[in-house]
Nanobody, 112 residues
């Protein structure tokens, strides 16, 4: 059974940083692509970042230069380092394995 479990969300002030973690089980993150999506209130879910099995990465234009996706194959964990956070980054962030295995999400709130 495949599971992906996010952690690390919370409340942070504008300009601050957070690191999200995604622990995967039942799949190898070094084989499958892993993604972070987010959904803000009243908005559609959108792709934030993706790391392919071979390690290539893509980012939404809105987060380029501020967010970094990475992974620890030994611990089967994917990370999303978020810097210079803005209020518009407020959303529920989801980890997704192979575009089909979704986590429950973790709330990120950027507010002063």
């Amino acid at each position: 059974q495949v599971q992906v479990v996010e952690s690390g969300g919370g409340l942070v002030q504008p300009g601050g940083s957070l690191r999200l973690s995604c622990a995967a089980s039942g799949i190898s993150i070094s084989v499958y692509g892993m993604s972070w999506y987010r959904q803000a209130p009243g908005k559609q879910r959108e792709l934030v970042a993706h790391i392919a099995g071979r390690g290539t990465t893509i980012y939404a234009d809105s987060v380029k230069g501020r967010f970094t996706i990475s992974r620890d194959n030994a611990n089967n964990t994917v990370y999303l380092q978020m810097n210079s956070l803005k209020s518009e980054d407020t959303a529920v962030y989801y980890c997704v394995g192979d575009l089909r295995w979704w986590g429950q999400g973790t709330q990120v709130t950027v507010s002063s």
